[in-house]
T-cell receptor, first 115, second 113 residues
Framework: DAGVIQSPRHEVTEMGQEVTLRCKPI?????LFWYRQTMMRGLELLIY????????DSGMPEDRFSAKMPNASFSTLKIQPSEPRDSAVYFC?????????????FGSGTRLTVV | QKEVEQNSGPLSVPEGAIASLNCTYS??????FFWYRQYSGKSPELIMF????GDKEDGRFTAQLNKASQYVSLLIRDSQPSDSATYLC?????????????FGQGTILTVHP
């Protein structure tokens, strides 16, 4: 099992540019989560999907953020246009079933720096 | 009020001591609770979960849950320098948001030799 795979690991971009973060969940997991982590705010849930359908996007900070899950093995988080305050580590996590011993398995994260 | 709150720390303990990490939650509908460990620059990894009142032990780790007091704790016995990390408490949201885990801010633990 390769785990949750995120790409890229690091991204440096200029303010105003579009940024796309990618995630491949663990095969067979039917929940996928996008989190953002900063020193000030900790881990914040942005959006999560169940069976490729967005269930709760109340954590998405602004219309500049969008997320898609076109199939069970791929999800993207897009920021357009990016701003310096978007600089953070973005984690993708997946789960086979929530509320049980499985918890979440996190990917390695994407460290985004917007200059 | 944050949904999940942790004692802010940082917490420093000597090697071999017991480290006690605490967490409170506000959503009475929450049913399951998780402890994650996060090393600097790494992603969180699950180390314990608990959903029944009482204690649950796994090796040097003991999770405790008191639903009446809305309190969760993690005890690490015989602390080792390799236990130095940030510990995150998380609870699942109740009701229609059952799939959603909410994390506390984390407690930084340092175990010094």
């Amino acid at each position: 099992d390769a785990g949750v795979i995120q790409s890229p690991r690091h991204e440096v971009t200029e303010m105003g540019q579009e940024v796309t973060l990618r995630c491949k969940p663990i095969s067979g997991h039917d929940y996928l989560f996008w989190y953002r982590q900063t020193m000030m705010r900790g881990l914040e849930l942005l959006i999560y999907f169940n069976n490729n359908v967005p269930i709760d996007d109340s954590g998405m900070p602004e219309d500049r953020f969008s997320a898609k899950m076109p199939n069970a093995s791929f999800s993207t988080l897009k920021i357009q246009p990016s701003e310096p305050r978007d600089s953070a580590v973005y984690f993708c996590a997946s789960s086979k079933r929530t509320g049980t011993a499985n918890g979440y398995t996190f990917g390695s994260g994407t460290r985004l720096t917007v200059v | 009020q944050k949904e999940v709150e942790q004692n802010s720390g940082p917490l420093s303990v000597p090697e071999g001591a017991i480290a006690s990490l605490n967490c409170t939650y506000s959503d009475r509908g929450s049913q399951s609770f998780f402890w994650y460990r996060q090393y600097s620059g790494k992603s969180p990894e699950l180390i314990m979960f608990i959903y029944s009142n009482g204690d649950k032990e796994d090796g040097r780790f003991t999770a405790q849950l008191n639903k009446a007091s809305q309190y969760v704790s993690l005890l690490i016995r015989d602390s080792q320098p390799s236990d130095s990390a940030t510990y995150l408490c998380a609870g699942n949201a109740g009701g229609t948001s059952y799939g959603k885990l909410t994390f506390g801010q984390g407690t930084i633990l340092t175990v010094h030799p």
